[in-house]
């Protein structure tokens, strides 16, 4: 069973930012958090990815919490072309068992 | 292009086939996964190979029969399947178990009459 629990759908205007939420309330101190997307007709691909601090890439922003039971994906000007299934998951560093399950996301619809 | 290519990108099937899905990564990664996503479903994850080896079968039908020849390929062997194993199966790879992203194929889409 997935470790993270996310909205089923989500809103945005075209232009706006966007914070899809992720709660992950037994996560362990081993667990790096994986945010990934899947566009429609396409594999999932890789957004962000953080431990403890807040992180910034060319695509989007995550806030981890200071307890790190949840995070926010910031994606700061939605496009179209950012509708998409978006999905949390935890990612244990030291490669064992239950983590790598995606659960079923939150489906981002952006309009014009 | 994700450097992860499936084959083939549909397959249609009865029940008492044989068939493969072929999973090639070109980016020197050490870990391939195959993943299972139904209609209205999460994607599931199936097997995990690392370096090679098996390291995660998850609950998954024997009729289902993974094979990682080396650390680029992963076949999926299909035998004997049933309508409800109609799916995208997904191929990833990683850096290895423990790190680096996931880089995802496109997918196969099979159908079992």
């Known amino acids: 069973d997935a470790k993270t629990t996310q909205p089923n759908s989500m809103e945005s205007n075209e232009e706006e930012p966007v914070h899809l939420p992720c709660n992950h309330s037994?996560?362990?101190?081993?667990?790096?958090i994986h945010w990934y997307r899947q566009l429609p007709s396409q594999g999932p691909e890789y957004v962000i990815h953080g431990l403890t601090s807040n992180v910034n890439n060319r695509m989007a922003s995550l806030a981890i919490a200071e307890d790190r039971k949840s995070s926010t994906l910031i994606l700061h000007r939605a496009t179209l072309r950012d509708a998409a299934v978006y999905y949390c998951?935890?990612?244990?560093?030291?490669?064992?068992?239950?983590?790598?399950?995606f659960g079923a996301g939150t489906r981002l619809t952006v309009k014009p | 292009e994700t450097g992860v290519t499936q084959t083939p990108r549909h397959l249609v099937m009865g029940m008492t086939n044989k068939k493969s899905l072929k999973c090639e990564q070109h980016?020197?990664?050490?870990?391939m996964y195959w993943y299972k996503q139904s209609a209205k479903k999460p994607l599931e994850l199936m097997f995990v190979?690392?370096?090679?080896?098996?390291?995660e079968n998850n609950s998954v039908p024997s009729r289902f029969s993974p094979e990682c020849p080396n650390s680029s390929h992963l076949f999926l062997h299909l035998h004997t399947l049933q309508p409800e194993d109609s799916a995208l199966y997904l191929c990833?790879?990683?850096?290895?178990?423990?790190?680096?992203?996931?880089?995802f194929g496109e997918g196969s889409r099979l159908t079992v009459l």
């Open positions: 990833a790879s990683s850096q290895d178990r423990r790190t680096g992203e996931l880089f």
């Open positions: 190979y690392n370096f090679k080896e098996q390291t």
């Open positions: 980016l020197g990664h050490n870990a």
């Open positions: 998951i935890l990612r244990d560093v030291r490669g064992v068992g239950n983590d790598m399950r």
């Open positions: 037994t996560i362990s101190g081993t667990d790096y």
